[in-house]
């Protein structure tokens, strides 16, 4: 069975400041990765997903995360935050190959302050 | 496209009363479908999730329970409430050729038990 550890339940960070959430998984079978952001009050909504190729994925909003397979890492990355981005952050994994459901991670509270 | 719908977007309700909350899904068939809870400042709980009409997996036993009754419906309803049910309560799908586990979220209900 899969499992992800977020370490860092909160991250405060300045305005404009980078930006690093980190992500450990645990699978002993090829994995997708992902990341979800959560606004107050809403569903989860994509970032970017890790399926196959390129290690260094895109998402929406300027982030980016890097596969990390022999330091089983997903950490995400923006260069420069806007006090939007001040969301709920969740790294799941899921297991290639079978219908499978996706693990979360426990969150990462993301507050940018001016 | 595919769209996930979900209602009551809030709901106040006394203990032992019954609850029922509504999801559709449109745009795709045979979905697999989720219910996810968040209570505050916690991460996801994956309540039930169902891989077709009638089919449903509890992941926790509780006081709620699960129902397909349509391909791209899912409610979860509860016959006499508790206020440990308060919570924010997500409804998800999955599916598609490449079965990767991602998930697409309802905007999610919240249920205040008084």
């Known amino acids: 069975a899969q499992s992800v550890t977020q370490l860092d339940s909160q991250v405060p960070v300045f305005e404009e400041a980078p930006v690093e959430l980190r992500c450990n998984y645990s699978?002993?079978?090829?994995?997708?990765l992902f990341w979800y952001v959560q606004y107050p009050n809403q569903g989860l909504q994509l970032l970017l997903k890790?399926?196959?190729?390129?290690?260094l994925v895109k998402g929406i909003n300027g982030f980016e995360a890097e596969f990390n397979k022999s330091q089983t890492s997903f950490h995400l990355r923006k260069p420069s935050v806007h006090i939007s981005d001040t969301a709920e952050y969740f790294c799941?994994?899921?297991?290639?190959?079978?219908?499978?459901?996706?693990?979360f991670g426990t969150g990462t509270r993301l507050q940018v302050t001016l | 496209s595919q769209t996930i719908h979900q209602w009551p977007a809030t709901l106040v309700q006394p203990v032992g009363s019954p609850l029922s909350l509504e999801c559709t899904v449109e745009?795709?068939?045979?979905?697999?479908l989720y219910w996810y809870r968040q209570a505050a400042g916690r991460g996801l709980q994956l309540l039930f999730y169902?891989?077709?009409?009638?089919?449903i997996s509890s992941e926790v036993p509780q006081n709620l329970s699960a129902s397909r009754p349509q391909d791209r419906q899912f409610i979860l309803s509860s016959k006499k409430l508790l206020l440990s049910d308060s919570g924010f309560y997500l409804c998800?799908?999955?599916?598609?050729?490449?079965?990767?586990?991602?998930?697409?979220f309802g905007e999610g209900s919240r249920l205040t038990v008084l």
């Open positions: 890790y399926l196959s190729g390129s290690t």
């Open positions: 699978s002993s079978v090829s994995v997708y």
């Open positions: 998800a799908w999955s599916g598609g050729t490449l079965n990767t586990g991602e998930l697409f």
């Open positions: 799941a994994v899921s297991t290639a190959g079978t219908a499978s459901k996706l693990t």
């Open positions: 169902s891989v077709g009409i009638g089919q």
């Open positions: 745009g795709t068939s045979n979905p697999n």
